[in-house]
């Protein structure tokens, strides 16, 4: 465990509607680990979808109502963590061009920005830490989802986090950077092309000898295990928080 | 023009994904040119790359916010040194141009160095149709023409032919039987080749570049094809598109550097042509008549547009088709026109029709794969979202019907902006899914929303507690 900071981060979590609506177990651990790291967690109520299926599909006036809940919720934060780098990217990079020059939203979203930080990112770089004092006794190989390694440019950090872990044995997964094929509304508009990148992606994760395939985020992740359960793998699909959260006492999802 | 079926993606892709030899030779194949270009950058340092890769979007940047300063010096040049410059706004004025000349000088036979241009106006059916045989001297493009196909990639046309399929095609049209291995084949193409060669009239060939302070034409090759097509014939026609232009000679040196790296993982390639104009009275080779073609066929209209401009600074090299996930399971064939793959899906659109093209834009999982190998750091899922908005949201005239999606985006805010509703909804969901869920996941299912994910991946079920129901009980149990 880090050592102990004389003064209390703080951070607010948005916590993505995949989480919320889906997988609380990510969010109730998203929540443990940052208060275990001695940050002072808040959960700003009025928030759901940072807008993001909106967006890519083409609707920018709808994502846009969603940025400006989204924003005026969160503007007050310190730090802003995300579980999903997806969702951060969206925050960070998008939000500011859905308003015009002269929207007062556009500076609001120009100023939340720059606190908007992916979940591993924000362990790494700004509390510093990277043992988190997880244990996990498997082999378990990592994959790089690609808004978070190509938007936000971070691969080094869920990485180090998962060599810290006691008793975990991180194993590389060949054509890491390779898309899974989920794309969000891309795997149901094109479900065949989605699927062929799919079972590449899942040929690659069995060629390791690796129980568990982590990433950090739900999207790609629940993608990944669609597949695997579907065709009754033994391997597990899990989100970084889950690794870092004292996984050996959780049940399987 | 070329056949336009961007329109058939959705039914052309399909039939690729089922093509199983296709996809075993894709996975192959496209693998090879992506290790190799990682090879390539790897020899000479990231480090270097990554500078000439700046370098070189800034001149493009440059060139294309200049584009008429240079496209006057460009044609002051040719023109100086004997050439003919003319403008072709559309394909028909391209291909009307071409033919004019062909009939003043009574041209018949022309070999043709290959360009992606002279496919965009469908050059060859044209020269057929006046009485001018075309016949391709790269040997890719040489046996596709043999089968009348289209390109498969931008700088290897015949990469979905084996050399199985090819020897077969060398049997079945030349009538030559037993060829297996690929020497045999391209000596065979050579040979039959060499007499064409000699005996045309007319060369065709594209750019890689235009050079405007020297107004030269330049053409790199791997096969020397090139060389011949612009100095055998009397009269040569190079056929280039607006945006192969560049500043100076050092500009070049960049390109150079950058494209055979990025497209086959070459250092350099074999052959680098500079043509200046028609030859000269102390030279012994080369056409007496040039003329330059310098062709819009829609470019304009990216030009015009502030974020998809930037497709003008690509220089055809094919890596972002190489290394996208998407083209190496549809392959070429499937964007229904000249330019497959990412960059395709942007600039096929526009030059085409963006209704038409409307499946194009989402056909990607927007990984960014693309942005990251592209030598001139072209931004392509920012260009597709750009294009997915205005085929939502867009004028009149880019705006597809997309009913259902906008009432799914209408309803999918509504939800979403509203906290309560969303409990609501959610429990509702909740109590309707219970007879369906099996071990906490939902399987296969008829149910329309869903069957397009549930048919190959199992959807989690809905817990009963979301995360927020969590944090308020958690807090109040805080506060106890």
Same mark, same amino acid.
């Given at each position: 465990m880090s050592k102990t900071k004389n003064y209390k981060v703080k951070a607010s979590i948005f916590i993505t509607c995949l989480v919320d609506q889906?997988?609380?177990?990510? *969010?109730t651990g998203l929540v443990s680990v940052l208060k275990k790291a001695g940050v002072e967690v808040t959960f700003p109520k009025n928030q759901t979808c940072c807008g993001q299926p909106l967006f890519n599909s083409g609707f920018r006036k709808d994502a846009k109502e969603l940025a400006k809940q989204n924003i005026e919720e969160l503007a007050n934060s310190e730090y802003i963590v995300v579980p999903s780098g997806s969702c951060a990217a969206m925050m960070k990079f998008v939000y500011k061009d859905l308003f015009g020059e002269n929207d007062k939203m556009r500076s609001m979203a120009s100023s939340l920005s720059p606190k908007v930080y992916e979940f591993s990112e924000f362990i790494v770089k700004i509390l510093g830490v990277t043992n988190v004092g997880a244990t996990y006794r498997e082999h378990v190989t990592y994959h790089p989802s690609c808004h978070l390694l190509r938007e936000q440019q971070v691969d080094m950090e869920p990485k180090a986090l998962l060599d810290e872990v006691c008793g975990l044995v991180l194993e590389k997964l060949e054509d890491e950077t390779v898309c899974c094929g989920f794309? *969000?509304?891309?795997?149901?508009?094109y479900p065949g092309?989605?699927?062929?990148?799919?079972?590449?992606?899942?040929?690659?994760?069995?060629?390791?000898?690796?129980?568990?395939?982590?990433?950090?985020?739900?999207?790609?992740?629940?993608?990944?295990?669609?597949?695997?359960?579907?065709?009754?793998?033994?391997?597990?699909?899990?989100?970084?928080?889950?690794?870092?959260?004292?996984?050996?006492?959780l049940p399987d999802r | 023009?070329?056949?336009?079926?961007?329109?058939?993606? =959705?039914?052309?892709?399909?039939?690729?994904?089922?093509?199983?030899?296709?996809?075993?030779?894709?996975?192959? !194949?496209?693998?090879?040119?992506? @290790?190799?270009?990682?090879?390539?950058?790897?020899?000479?340092?990231?480090?270097?790359?990554?500078?000439?890769?700046?370098?070189?979007?800034?001149?493009?940047?440059?060139?294309?916010?200049?584009?008429?300063? &240079?496209?006057?010096?460009?044609?002051e040049?040719?023109?100086?040194?004997g050439g003919f410059v003319h403008f072709a706004t559309t394909d028909g004025q391209a291909r009307d141009i071409i033919g004019h000349i062909s009939k003043n000088r009574g041209l018949t036979k022309a070999i043709k160095s290959k360009s992606m241009v002279s496919e965009e106006v469908g050059l060859n059916k044209y020269l057929e149709s006046v009485g001018v045989e075309p016949i391709e001297t790269d040997l890719g493009e040489y046996i596709i023409q043999l089968v009348d196909e289209t390109p498969f990639h931008i700088i290897a046309p015949a990469l979905h032919k084996t050399r199985q399929q090819v020897g077969e095609i060398f049997a079945e049209k030349l009538n030559r039987p037993g060829l297996n291995t690929i020497e045999d084949m391209a000596g065979t193409a050579r040979e039959i080749l060499r007499d064409k060669l000699l005996s045309a009239d007319l060369g065709?060939?594209?750019?890689?570049?235009?050079?405007?302070?020297?107004?030269?034409?330049? #053409?790199?090759?791997?096969?020397?094809?090139g060389r011949f097509c612009t100095s055998k014939p009397n009269v040569h026609i190079a056929l280039v598109g607006m945006e192969k232009l560049? $500043? @100076?000679?050092?500009?070049? @040196?960049?390109? +150079?550097?950058?494209? =055979?790296?990025?497209?086959?993982?070459?250092?350099?390639? !074999?052959?680098?042509?500079?043509?200046?104009? $028609?030859?000269?009275?102390? %030279?012994?080779? /080369?056409?007496? %008549?040039?003329?330059?073609i310098i062709v819009d066929n829609g470019r304009s209209k990216l030009l015009e547009d502030p974020v998809l401009r930037e497709a003008l600074y690509c220089i055809r090299c094919g890596a972002c088709l190489n290394t996208c996930p998407i083209y190496r399971k549809v392959g070429g064939h499937s964007y229904g026109w000249v330019y497959p793959g990412p960059i395709g899906a942007v600039v096929t659109p526009i030059m085409t029709g963006l209704k038409k093209g409307k499946d194009l834009p989402f056909a990607s999982s927007l990984c960014g794969a693309c942005r990251d190998v592209? $030598?001139?750091? +072209?931004?392509? =899922?920012?260009?597709?979202?750009?294009?997915? !908005?205005?085929?939502?949201?867009?004028? !009149?005239?880019?705006?597809?019907? /997309?009913?259902?999606?906008?009432?799914?985006?209408?309803? &999918?805010?509504?939800?979403?902006?509203?906290? /309560?509703? #969303?409990?609501?909804?959610?429990?509702?969901?909740?109590?309707?899914?219970?007879?369906?869920?099996?071990?906490? &996941?939902?399987?296969?299912?008829?149910?329309?929303?869903?069957?397009n994910w549930t048919n190959s991946r199992d959807l989690p079920g809905i817990p009963k507690k979301r995360f927020s129901q969590i944090w308020e009980e958690d807090q109040f149990k805080e506060q106890q």
């Open positions: 889906l997988f609380p177990a990510v *969010g794309g *969000g509304t891309f795997s149901v508009k092309i989605s699927e062929a990148m799919l079972m590449d992606k899942i040929q690659r994760i069995e060629e390791t000898s690796a129980s568990t395939v982590v990433a950090c985020d739900l999207s790609c992740l629940m993608h990944i295990d669609g597949a695997l359960r579907r065709k009754k793998s033994p391997i597990k699909a899990k989100h970084l928080i889950e690794i870092l959260d004292n996984t050996e006492s | 023009m070329a056949e336009i079926n961007t329109d058939q993606f =959705p039914q052309a892709s399909a039939k690729a994904l089922n093509n199983q030899q296709l996809q075993e030779y894709l996975t192959r !194949s496209m693998g090879n040119f992506d @290790s190799a270009r990682k090879q390539a950058i790897e020899d000479v340092s990231q480090e270097i790359w990554e500078g000439l890769r700046e370098k070189a979007r800034q001149i493009k940047k440059h060139t294309i916010e200049n584009l008429d300063y &240079y496209l006057d010096l460009l044609y040049n040719v023109t100086r040194s065709i060939t594209g750019a890689n570049f235009l050079v405007a302070e020297t107004g030269s034409v330049v #053409l790199v090759t791997n096969e020397g094809n560049i $500043p @100076s000679i050092e500009d070049l @040196s960049v390109f +150079i550097r950058l494209l =055979p790296k990025a497209a086959t993982g070459q250092r350099i390639t !074999s052959y680098t042509t500079h043509v200046f104009g $028609p030859k000269t009275l102390s %030279e012994e080779d /080369g056409p007496d %008549e040039f003329h330059l592209c $030598p001139l750091k +072209i931004d392509i =899922p920012h260009m597709l979202l750009n294009m997915r !908005s205005k085929l939502m949201e867009g004028t !009149s005239d880019q705006r597809k019907r /997309g009913v259902t999606e906008k009432l799914a985006s209408f309803a &999918y805010k509504k939800l979403m902006i509203n906290v /309560g509703a #969303l409990s609501i909804f959610r429990y509702i969901a909740y109590l309707l899914q219970k007879p369906f869920i099996r071990n906490g &996941y939902l399987g296969k299912t008829s149910i329309p929303i869903l069957k």
